[in-house]
């Protein structure tokens, strides 16, 4: 964390205030709200014990990192409240059957606990693609990192001209709905839309049902082809939002999408399934073809085979280099690197500064030459 002087007006009688700011890390931070959102899904509020200003870019994410049944588990989670309260920051986690991460959270997680956080980190964001006209776009809980850029727009009292659209299962499953409404209400520079698949038995429900489409879409922002789009939420909704606004002819260059969510176990077994296969490769391969990863702490080093990742490289050694996504999204994974060149293909978690002190994200990191790695 850096220092930072907020200098007063005037100096009658004024002090400055000297507080922390939040910097791409780990930071040890205190559980100090559970909130019940809906039926399945609560909000995590966090606080540093020292008062920390948490600046971050609406829409980023941080990775919790945390110890389930006695191993430690790395797990990303966007960031649903806004740097415009900043003192504090909340995650939006929502029961997923069989999810270790999210069902832990809810069943343990209780205000006053100590976790290690890292971050913030993430190209998803309205900052960096800055417009004033914005279409945002959530299904489920991907509503969180588009809640954080509606709310900074609300409390920032920017000229943005704002149309929300959320896609739930029922309408007990809108998740932020009061505040939703309360912003509709408030100011003219929002429109609120929302949808829901069904409703139960007993339910009453006057807005739209059934599934986001191109009509639909059409009566709820008319002008949508001149906005920017922020999308987020589950696989399917995302492809069909993006399939629906390429067939309309949108410019794509204008889209932005996100997700996150619990690691299917399928994937694991490919993960698995690739480890198999790439030390039948390796064997397969001259010797003069395979790149040396050195690790320079533990003074262990592997032989790779071309394409393979310094993260894989580390996994053969039995060393256990903590990761959250695989995809150079988290930066969980950042490491030193002392020596060689590699080609790394992340997705944000990273930044130029860190890239330029010689920084890598392993699970992206595919050695050009032999490597040397300080860890």
Not at 13 to 21: E, R
Not at 57 to 71: A, D, M
Not at 253 to 259: D, I, L, N, Q
Not at 353 to 363: M, S
Request: charged letters at 20%; a negative charge; glycine letters at 8%.
């Amino acid at each position: 964390m850096t220092t930072a002087t907020v200098n007063p007006v005037n100096n009658d009688g004024l002090n400055p205030v000297t507080t922390q700011t939040w910097t791409n890390g780990r930071h040890m931070v205190r559980c100090v709200k559970v909130i019940q959102e809906t039926w399945d899904v609560r909000t995590f509020c966090f606080m540093a014990e020292q008062p920390v200003m948490f600046f971050f870019k609406p829409g980023q994410f941080v990775t919790l990192e945390l110890e389930i049944e006695g191993v430690q588990v790395m797990r990303s989670y966007t960031i649903s409240s806004s740097p415009s309260v900043p003192y504090s920051f909340s995650v939006t986690i929502k029961r997923v059957p069989g999810g270790q991460v999210s069902n832990w959270m809810h069943d343990n997680i209780e205000e006053g606990m100590m976790i290690p956080v890292h971050g913030p980190v993430g190209v998803f964001n309205c900052m960096d693609f800055p417009s004033d006209k914005v279409l945002l776009l959530s299904g489920g809980v991907g509503i969180t990192p588009v809640m954080s850029m509606a709310r900074w727009f609300f409390d920032t009292n920017a000229e943005v001209d704002m149309v929300f659209a959320h896609s739930a299962r029922t309408p007990k499953d809108i998740i932020f709905r009061g505040e939703l409404e309360h912003m509709c209400s408030r100011i003219s520079n929002f429109e609120l839309a929302l949808i829901c698949e069904k409703y139960d038995i007993g339910e009453s429900w006057s807005g739209y049902r059934g599934y986001l489409n191109h009509t639909m879409l059409e009566m709820i922002a008319p002008d949508f082809m001149d906005r920017e789009v922020f999308c987020c939420g589950p696989t399917p909704y995302m492809r069909a939002v993006k399939r629906l606004l390429e067939e309309a002819g949108f410019d794509m260059t204008r889209y932005h999408e996100e997700s996150f969510g619990e690691t299917p176990a399928e994937d694991v077994e490919n993960a698995v399934e690739s480890a198999e296969q790439a030390q039948e490769d390796l064997e397969a391969l001259d010797n003069s073809d395979l790149i040396t990863v050195e690790f320079t702490q533990t003074g262990k080093a592997t032989k790779i085979a071309p394409g393979e990742t310094v993260h894989a490289a580390a996994a053969k050694l039995g060393l256990h280099i903590p990761k959250a996504c695989g995809m150079g999204i988290c930066g969980t994974c950042k490491l030193p690197k002392t020596s060689g060149d590699v080609e790394m293909t992340h997705n944000g978690g990273i930044t130029d500064e860190d890239v330029a002190e010689g920084f890598i994200l392993t699970c992206c990191s595919v050695p050009q030459s032999d490597v040397t790695i300080d860890f």
